[in-house]
């Protein structure tokens, strides 16, 4: 089997003809960034960069590839290296902000690195010191982590048919997985498996390695251009070195899985944001007034002016409990972990989690109210704010973030250790 296979049937010319042709780049080492605030810095020289052309890409489906390039360039992937590694070592609030600012550029460009920060913290909780030293060695040289999600087949998204095998030939690896977000421009694939104990573990692959092949076939209405699609592996031979023991999370608190949710947040929060500048823009230069209200100009318009003031407080509301959980969470990774913890970092991301959610639906939807008629146009493509907002924030329901709070506030109760908490 081969990297890279066919598209599917419900994929774009474009994206196919550059699934096939395209593989990423030779890593080579990264700017190291110095400090949080060049940090942030960087990601809004970037974002002014993807900014350009993100509508196009969106409409047709047209891959990335440059782009991630030049993003991996720029350091910003290692940011969250320990500085006693070679690393910036910056703040998950640091972390929160850089996101939100790409993804107000454009989304699917901005979500496509957002496996390798879960999985830098989950090297952090759970990895010896060799490990350590050899994925935090891996990202300043400029190599890409991507992710092989859950599988699609099965009943529930906690049952895994994929194997981690010892052979007489060492570890193999075999299985089928989607949403693989960020697979198709990765160096390394991690992905959930059960080790021959009936274990869970993660395992990396590397994306050329031969029985590795990511299938560009994703195709949904939002997120367009994540390549979000399917990974098999068949056979692929696995370093001792790249299983990490992901049951251990049982056991071991950690902060894995509320940094992955913090990005989550961050993600819905940058569409928002885009939505919402987008509406400003379009009310700003091409509404009109409606014919009832005397008005010369839509931007007087008391209805619009309330409407606006709602969003802009609601948005503002929602980036500060997102920057506020990115502060909790490095007040929590100051100190050693504890169950108790690790639970106050998950209910404070599941907080944001909630908020930045309702924004990114509420802003992407009132746009059209606001700018009228001509913003539904498909020369100006507005409808990818909710197509983008809509997808990405059923990465896992909010209604069961609200449940966590819930249960924590009435009754004690520590939410579950897992990556979507």
Same mark, same amino acid.
């Given at each position: ?216 076939? @994703? ?70 007034? @409606? ?128 990556? @979507?908490?």
């Amino acid at each position: 089997m081969t990297p890279h296979s066919s598209r599917s049937a419900g994929q774009t010319e474009t994206g196919s003809a550059e699934a096939l042709l395209r593989r990423p780049r030779e890593p080579r080492p990264v700017y190291r960034i110095r400090d949080d605030d060049e940090a942030v810095d960087i990601a809004h020289r970037l974002a002014e960069r993807f900014r350009t052309g993100a509508s196009e890409r969106d409409r047709q489906r047209r891959l990335p590839f440059e782009e991630i390039e030049t993003y991996t360039e720029s350091g910003l992937g290692a940011i969250t290296v320990p500085k006693a590694y070679g690393g910036t070592g910056a703040g998950y609030e640091t972390l929160a902000r850089v996101f939100e600012i790409l993804c107000a550029a454009d989304p699917s460009l901005g979500q496509i690195p957002q496996n390798q920060f879960g999985v830098l913290a989950l090297v952090a909780d759970i990895g010896t010191e060799a490990q350590k030293a050899r994925v935090y060695a891996d990202v300043l040289a400029g190599h890409r982590i991507g992710n092989a999600g859950p599988e699609r087949k099965t009943k529930l998204v906690t049952i895994s048919t994929t194997r981690l095998e010892a052979t007489s030939r060492g570890l193999r690896l075999t299985g089928e997985r989607f949403y693989s977000t960020g697979a198709l421009f990765a160096h390394y694939i991690p992905t959930r498996a059960v080790d021959d104990e009936g274990r869970a573990v993660q395992v990396w692959a590397r994306s050329g390695q031969p029985g590795v092949t990511i299938i560009d076939d @994703w195709a949904a209405f939002g997120q367009r251009t994540t390549a979000s699609g399917t990974v098999v592996f068949h056979q692929v031979a696995i370093e001792p070195e790249l299983v990490f023991p992901v049951h251990a999370f049982k056991d071991k608190p950690g902060l894995a899985g509320p940094v992955s949710q913090l990005i989550q947040a961050a993600i819905d929060a940058g569409i928002a944001r885009a939505a919402f500048e987008d509406a400003l823009g379009f009310v700003r230069e091409r509404a009109r007034p @409606w014919v009832d209200s005397g008005l010369s100009q839509a931007t007087d318009d008391p209805t619009i002016l309330h409407s606006v003031g709602a969003l802009a407080t609601d948005l503002h509301a929602a980036q500060e409990i997102l920057y506020e959980a990115g502060r909790t969470i490095d007040a929590i990774a100051a100190a050693p972990v504890t169950a108790e913890s690790s639970a106050r970092a998950s209910v404070a991301v599941a907080e944001a989690k909630i908020l930045t959610t309702e924004i990114a639906l509420e802003a992407s939807e009132r746009l059209f109210d606001l700018a009228g008629s001509a913003a539904t146009r498909a020369a100006h493509n507005l409808d990818r704010h909710w197509r983008n907002a809509r997808v990405h924030t059923l990465h896992d329901p909010v209604r069961w973030k609200i449940h966590l709070i819930g249960n924590y506030a009435l009754n004690g109760i520590l939410p579950n250790r897992h990556q @979507w908490n």
